[in-house]
């Protein structure tokens, strides 16, 4: 099992719409929790971290942490064309250890 | 967030040859870690460059193929040494553990795009 599970995708939605990316994680001693955006040929850029259970917003974008379940979501809100990225999650654990899951390409449609 | 340079940005070189990469960050950090990515793939991590000692590497990578220097908190190289094809890559430096101001976040480089022929 791996230690963090993406859908590889593609997922595509249409312009204006709600993008929804999910991410599982197996260690239950992770303690911080991230999504990384990368476009074709860059490197992946850090958008959001969360720590805690809830929800945590940064303009309009939306992490939702669930410890008990071991559940990390990315809602993005009214997406745009240049929204369409691969998104990565990514945790830490209780001992500095860093885990990437493989991704998921995000297409959003004009 | 950090500042990250890594040189060269990108390089093509011969099979046989040695290249070595820098990563210069602009604050001191607790963590430099050295990633591969394949076009399309997703990121593998090569070692965790440890400040003072010996890098930790992941499996499947060696010391004498990856040699990995930390000589302080802002600043690590990796040379990929005896190159084949199959070690075209992107190679990507990241920090965390920033002290000023205690976060574990982690940050990229722009990578390093090597092509061995």
């Known amino acids: 099992q791996k230690e963090v599970e993406q859908n590889s995708g593609p997922l595509s939605v249409p312009e204006g719409a709600i993008a929804s990316l999910n991410c599982t994680y197996s260690?239950?001693?992770?303690?911080?929790f991230f999504w990384y955006r990368q476009y074709s040929g860059k490197s992946p850029e850090l958008i959001m971290s969360i720590y805690s259970n809830g929800d945590k917003e940064d303009g309009r974008f939306t992490a939702q942490l669930n410890k008990a379940s071991q559940y990390v979501s990315l809602l993005i809100r009214d997406s745009q064309p240049s929204d369409s990225a691969t998104y990565l999650c990514a945790v830490r654990t209780n001992f500095n250890k860093f885990y990437f899951g493989s991704g998921t390409k995000l297409n959003v449609k004009p | 967030s950090a500042v990250i340079s890594q040189k060269p940005s990108r390089d093509i070189c011969q099979r046989g040859t040695s290249l070595t990469i820098q990563c210069q960050v602009d604050s001191q950090v607790t963590m430099m870690f050295w990633y591969r990515q394949q076009p399309g793939q997703s990121l593998t991590l090569i070692a965790t460059a440890n400040q003072g000692s010996e890098a930790t590497y992941e499996s499947g990578f060696v010391i004498d193929k990856f040699p990995i220097s930390r000589p302080n908190l802002t600043f690590s190289t990796l040379t990929v040494s005896n190159m084949s094809p199959e070690d075209s890559s992107i190679y990507l430096c990241s920090v965390a553990g920033r002290r000023d101001l205690g976060s574990y976040e982690q940050y990229f480089g722009p990578g390093t795009r090597l092509t061995v022929t």
């Open positions: 260690d239950r001693g992770s303690q911080s």
